[in-house]
């Protein structure tokens, strides 16, 4: 492998954020010390949403400033008074336009939906504001959460703030693109071939998309027993990500904010596993399985370069992702269907082509094509879960393509290589959605497309079933050596 230097921008991309917030861990150590406040944090999200969001529209519906700051208010007297107090009180918080909340505009990024305000919460919105995250508004997707590519009728797109001519993925793009400038401190988003990942990936945040348990507690619409299309946090940091999760995943009884520092580590960072003596798997582009962009490829090359001259056991190797292609075309046809036939029934004129196109695709489907998939699906996960046994992890691409004009709806090529729909690009990320295993994206330096400033790059790491403290583990020690400063 060639060694080159990183690329990196200049002098920083204007619309990011330039004195960022601490992480979720010292800031909770902050409010514990009274050294900054959640009234304090929430301020300075306020004033970028106010400063940058009116160019790059991530946030299109907000909650009142006003009634936030009373809220907010009233959880600064809790903490200084001593209360209890929940994981995540009082830092804002952004939730994805798919996800239901009560009393606050949803829209699905659909026409259909566009003046639609729900009764009540999804599980996901429920657990966050159980923990006292402090909703401040929702988060741009396309249409149904179809595509990484975030546009819609109802509110345009959302810009990339390294480059506001690109986009920043999806499906949860807002989200991703609220936390790379500043505009919030917790986010949500939902996966399903790459709706985490990708725009984590575009926007230089982390995403996770979690081990694939059909959980009916955490159900978003139809699809209560689903496991392929998943909710997940996103953040700015893993250890972010690590604290969401618990939050969604592992609600905690309330307790003063004293107690949630110590339990922290009194807002010190974690200790980090020594990355001498891990064996992690690696690949490019699965043997030829999928094509990834020239420019990912080196900044991906010289990842791997960086982990292993800080001492790790990098082995390249590929498990058999045979059936895969087939099983998710299949089974996400057959979401589809479970979650938007009745709207094609009454709206269908209403609706995006690509949507009616993979509801469509999922009418056809006959019972033994569905029950292939549900056979190639299992047969994927156990060569995974057989595979994953050797290493601590596996790395691979992101996305297999840097962020790419807004007004384009998604690559028709990569490097001269057809991509027939909408989703064909993405299969670095989704035939990790077919095996079941948790996989999160964390940025590992910048690259170039022609004459573009210097863009995102994300490494994706892929865990162990139900493996996620491992996972984070991992990715945690990774981070530091994959960082490139913006200048």
Same mark, same amino acid.
């Given at each position: ?12 991309? !204007? ?17 514990? %010390? ?39 208010? #009233? ?35 659909? !026409?259909?939906?566009?003046? %639609? ?18 909703? +401040? ?5 396309? $249409?149904? #959460?179809?595509? *990484? ?21 999806? *499906?949860?793009? @807002? ?28 926007? @230089? ?10 959980? !009916? ?28 999760? %618990? ?17 922290? #580590?009194? @807002? ?57 292609? $087939?099983?998710?075309?299949?089974? %996400? ?83 001269? $290589? !057809?991509?027939?729909?909408? +989703? ?7 035939? +990790? ?18 004459? *573009?400033?210097?863009?995102?790059? #994300? ?29």
């Amino acid at each position: 492998m060639n060694r080159e230097h990183d690329t990196a921008p200049a002098t920083g991309a !204007p619309l990011l954020d330039p004195m960022p917030l601490p992480p979720i861990r010292a800031l909770i150590g902050e409010f514990a %010390r009274g050294a900054s406040s959640p009234s304090r944090v929430l301020e300075h999200c306020l004033a970028r949403i106010d400063a940058v969001d009116g160019t790059i529209n991530a946030l299109p519906t907000r909650l009142p400033a006003d009634e936030l700051r009373v809220r907010l208010a #009233g959880i600064d007297r809790a903490i200084a008074a001593g209360e209890p107090v929940g994981a995540l009180a009082g830092l804002p918080w952004c939730a994805k336009d798919l996800l239901a909340t009560a009393g606050v505009r949803t829209t699905l990024a659909s !026409p259909i939906f566009a003046d %639609r305000v729900p009764e009540h919460d999804d599980p996901l919105v429920a657990r966050l504001k159980e923990a006292q995250a402090v909703l +401040i508004a929702k988060s741009n997707t396309p $249409e149904f #959460g179809a595509g *990484s590519q975030t546009f819609n009728t109802v509110f345009g797109g959302t810009c990339n703030p390294y480059d506001t001519s690109r986009t920043v993925g999806g *499906s949860s793009g @807002g989200a991703a693109a609220a936390l790379a400038c500043g505009m919030t401190v917790v986010a949500d988003g939902s996966d399903l071939a790459a709706s985490l990942r990708n725009p984590a990936s575009f926007c @230089g945040v982390v995403g996770l998309r979690p081990s694939s348990f059909g959980d !009916p507690s955490m159900h978003a619409g139809a699809g209560a027993f689903d496991s392929l299309g998943l909710v997940g946090p996103m953040g700015r940091s893993v250890d972010d990500l690590r604290l969401v999760h %618990r939050a969604i995943h592992a609600p905690q009884v309330r307790r003063p904010i004293a107690d949630w520092a110590q339990a922290l #580590g009194s @807002g010190q960072s974690r200790p980090r596993r020594p990355v001498a003596g891990m064996r992690i798997a690696c690949t490019i582009d699965c043997d030829g399985g999928f094509p990834v962009a020239e420019p990912v490829r080196r900044a991906i090359e010289q990842a791997y370069l960086r982990i292993e001259d800080a001492g790790c056991k990098l082995v390249r190797a590929t498990p058999d992702f045979s059936g895969a292609d $087939e099983c998710f075309q299949t089974l %996400r046809g057959l979401l589809f269907v479970a979650l938007h036939a009745q709207t094609y029934r009454t709206d269908r004129h209403r609706m995006k082509d690509t949507v009616v196109w993979n509801i469509e695709q999922g009418m056809k489907l006959t019972a033994d094509e569905i029950g292939r998939a549900m056979r190639q699906r299992a047969a994927v996960f156990e060569r995974m879960a057989a595979f994953m046994r050797q290493f601590d992890a596996w790395l691979l691409p992101t996305a297999q393509v840097l962020p790419f004009a807004l007004d384009v709806p998604y690559p028709t090529s990569i490097d001269d $290589e !057809p991509q027939a729909t909408y +989703i064909d690009w993405l299969k670095s990320c989704y035939w +990790i959605t077919i095996s079941g295993h948790p996989a999160l994206s964390v940025p590992c330096g910048f690259a170039r497309d022609g004459e *573009s400033p210097p863009l995102p790059v #994300g490494l994706q790491v892929v865990g162990r079933f139900a493996g996620e403290e491992s996972l984070f583990d991992v990715a945690e020690t990774l981070e530091p050596l994959l960082a490139s400063p913006r200048g």
